[in-house]
């Protein structure tokens, strides 16, 4: 339920729940979420709070937001098994916005850069790819 007068902001309470509801299957990959109005009324909250937590869950690459069709959880994509050669190292950042449009990848999804000890680099999707080592 969400309290209105507890420490924790509005919006993030019901980030949390619908969040919750993801994880445990309850709100399965491809299915949508309840409508702005929907949940506005059903919590007795207002639209914007509402975009605000769908802006959350956005960020953290839970959902998907169609225009005009609506707000899905997101359908987690296959993922490739890359092996790190020797020498070569990996980290994390935001991608750029080419990269982003390259990958196809979601708001707030970051991309592995994989450097090879020549200084080459290649950049993955982070939600898309595993490393190991051999």
């Known amino acids: 339920m969400i309290d209105p007068s507890a420490d924790r902001a509005v919006f993030r309470q019901l980030a949390d729940l619908l969040r919750d509801q993801i994880m445990s ?3 399965g990959p491809g299915e949508p979420l309840p409508s702005e109005l929907r949940l506005a009324q059903e919590y007795g909250i207002s639209r914007t709070t509402v975009r605000q ?3 959350q869950l956005r ?3 839970l959902v998907t937001v169609e225009r005009p069709r609506g ?3 997101r359908i987690p994509e296959e993922v490739k098994l890359i092996t790190l050669a020797r020498g070569e190292r990996a980290g994390a950042r935001m991608p750029t916005d080419a990269e982003r449009r390259a ?3 979601g708001e707030g999804v970051p ?3 994989v450097t090879a ?3 080459s680099t290649t950049v993955h999707p982070a ?3 595993q490393l190991t080592r051999p």
Do not use: M
């Open 25 to 27: 299957g309850e709100l």
């Open 53 to 55: 937590a769908i802006a």
């Open 59 to 61: 960020t953290e690459g």
């Open 71 to 73: 707000t899905f959880v």
């Open 103 to 105: 990958h196809r990848l």
């Open 111 to 113: 991309v592995l850069v």
């Open 117 to 119: 000890p020549d200084g």
């Open 127 to 129: 939600d898309r790819v």
